[in-house]
């Protein structure tokens, strides 16, 4: 799925003192004509020493403390934080992190062993969507590690003969495209979602550690371009994109992509948070409830765009602007990381009916006089290319979609 540049499939996947003198009034005593014109002024000492002059000074520096508080309010500790003790001190820390800038660099002054892309597994039909991002990521010459979390109980790490589904492609993973394997224990909880119950396992990306940052990504999803770049960004213990379709009604981290500097004190802080979570608290309400105020923003274009977009109507959150005008082609090829969310519209490995198909696929629309039909095209291809895909690295029998 390279960027497209044409007009046909092939090539449609494709910004602000003056001081007034001291009347000598004040001091209360006739001086005579004949007194020196320089006994008339006052001294340094006695213009420090006027009220007017102290008054100015006082009301001068509350003005700029006043000027300066309200400049800076974001960055001023709230009553939380000056009462969280330790766990708020290492939260803080986050606040000083930079703008999220990608410096210039060159490949080979690049240790790129320090990176890692992480994928968490959880079941057999996740284990090969992880197993769809590591070849993509491996047919992209991605220069990051690969490091899969899958349930222990899967497979040995070091097998050489895989007797099951699972174990072929988790060795497919490993000798193929180069994936290191970490068996782990799936962070599963009691009752909530299903869809969701075991996605705390995604935090564990938090432990590794052995990296000095790892970038995790969703595998309902397909990656567009290699995001080697990330992990390049200015030090900040997370990063992460806005879910731009809440946004601004709600100001919330998409944990969709997470760019993570792994530790033991956040790790125990992420294992804290998800021991005192409630019912409806996932890795979503996880990770805002710890970084919402103090994670380094990603920009969700090129970062996090989801299917969806291409059937809505309003794209301003998408482009950050009513003046730009949506082009689909355009966005799919400057986009990097494309999430599968079209609900009803079931994730990609999920069998649709051609009715359902039909009903909420992207209308064909009006262009200069002609039917654009781009966006319609590039939504069709996205779930036809996962299928295809799937087939070809899983090798899982194709199911009719159309």
């Known amino acids: 799925m390279a960027p497209l540049w044409g007009?046909?499939?092939?090539?449609?996947?494709?910004?602000?003192?003056?001081?007034?003198?001291?009347?000598?009034?004040?001091?209360?005593a006739t001086t005579s004509s004949t007194t020196d014109s320089s006994h008339l002024k006052p001294s340094v000492g006695q213009i420090l020493?006027?009220?007017?002059?102290?008054?100015?000074?006082?009301?001068?520096?509350?003005?700029?403390?006043?000027?300066?508080?309200?400049?800076?309010?974001?960055?001023?500790?709230?009553?939380?934080?000056?009462?969280?003790?330790?766990?708020?001190?290492?939260?803080?820390?986050?606040?000083?992190?930079?703008?999220?800038?990608?410096?210039?660099?060159?490949?080979?002054?690049?240790?790129?062993?320090?990176?890692?892309?992480?994928?968490y597994v959880t079941n057999a039909a996740y284990l090969c969507n992880s197993v769809m991002i590591f070849e993509t990521l491996?047919?992209?010459?991605?220069?990051?590690?690969?490091?899969?979390?899958?349930?222990?109980?899967?497979?040995?790490?070091?097998?050489?003969?895989?007797?099951?589904?699972?174990?072929?492609?988790?060795?497919?993973?490993?000798?193929?495209?180069?994936?290191?394997?970490?068996?782990?224990?799936?962070?599963?909880?009691?009752?909530?979602?299903?869809?969701?119950?075991?996605?705390?396992?995604?935090?564990?990306?938090?432990n590794q550690t052995q990296y000095d940052r790892v970038l995790n990504v969703d595998s309902d999803a397909t990656i567009l371009q290699s995001m080697d770049e990330l992990f390049l960004m200015p030090p900040c213990p997370v990063a992460m994109p806005r879910a731009y379709w809440l946004f601004p009604d709600n100001k919330i981290l998409s944990s969709q992509l997470m760019l993570v500097q792994p530790s033991a004190v956040e790790f125990e802080r992420i294992t804290q948070k998800m021991e005192s979570a409630g019912r409806n608290d996932y890795d979503m309400e996880i990770v805002n409830q710890l970084y919402a105020d103090s994670a380094m923003i990603l920009p969700h274009r090129p970062y996090d765009l989801l299917t969806g977009e291409f059937r809505g109507d309003n794209h301003q959150n998408y482009l950050g602007t009513d003046r730009e005008e949506w082009d689909p082609v355009a966005i799919f090829n400057e986009a990097k990381f494309l999430h599968f969310s079209d609900w009803p519209v079931p994730k990609p490995w999920i069998s649709m009916s051609e009715s359902l198909r039909q009903d909420k696929q992207p209308k064909c629309v009006d262009k200069n006089g002609q039917e654009d039909c781009s966006a319609r095209d590039l939504w069709n291809g996205f779930y036809t290319d996962f299928s295809q895909r799937r087939s070809d690295v899983c090798n899982t029998r194709k199911k009719a979609r159309r």
């Open 138 to 206: 491996f047919r992209l010459k991605s220069k990051a590690d690969r490091v899969m979390m899958y349930p222990e109980k899967m497979m040995d790490p070091a097998e050489t003969n895989p007797g099951s589904e699972e174990a072929r492609l988790l060795v497919k993973a490993r000798d193929e495209y180069k994936v290191k394997l970490v068996p782990v224990g799936v962070q599963r909880r009691a009752g909530g979602d299903a869809t969701w119950a075991e996605s705390f396992t995604k935090l564990l990306a938090f």
């Open 49 to 119: 020493m006027s009220k007017r002059v102290r008054y100015t000074a006082i009301s001068v520096t509350v003005i700029g403390l006043f000027f300066l508080a309200f400049r800076n309010y974001d960055r001023l500790p709230s009553i939380e934080s000056l009462r969280g003790g330790s766990a708020a001190s290492a939260a803080g820390s986050n606040s000083n992190c930079l703008p999220a800038v990608v410096p210039s660099f060159e490949d080979a002054q690049v240790n790129w062993s320090r990176y890692a892309y992480t994928q």
């Open 7 to 28: 007009s046909s499939w092939s090539s449609t996947w494709g910004s602000l003192s003056g001081y007034s003198p001291v009347q000598n009034g004040e001091q209360g």
